[in-house]
Nanobody, 118 residues
């Protein structure tokens, strides 16, 4: 059974940093299009950073220059380094494969809460 587990969130002051971790288990092949998604209160879930299947990265305009997505040494582990955090970065952060989302696979972890205080 495929599972996604996010961790590393917390409460941080504006300007602070956090590093989120994502571990995908129950899958034997590497995920090449993992992304980090954020759901802010009252808003739809949005992609904030992701890998494309070609190996490049893309970022939402709101986080460019502040967030960095990376792969871990262990298979199917990923990170999101978040610097210069702003109150508008507050939300629940999830990791997921863009391909899985596109085909309608409802595989989501519990997410990790990030709260940035002003």
């Amino acid at each position: 059974q495929v599972q996604l587990a996010e961790s590393g969130g917390g409460l941080v002051q504006s300007g602070g940093s956090l590093r989120l971790s994502c571990a995908a288990s129950g899958i034997i092949f590497p995920i090449d299009d993992m992304g980090w998604y954020r759901q802010a209160p009252g808003k739809q879930r949005e992609l904030v950073a992701g890998f494309t299947s070609s190996g490049s990265t893309n970022y939402a305009d709101s986080v460019k220059g502040r967030f960095t997505i990376s792969r871990g040494n262990a298979k199917n582990t990923f990170y999101l380094q978040m610097n210069s955090l702003k109150p508008e970065d507050t939300g629940v952060y999830y990791c997921n494969s863009a391909r899985w989302i596109a085909v309608g696979l409802s595989i989501w972890g519990q997410g990790t809460q990030v709260t940035v205080s002003s």
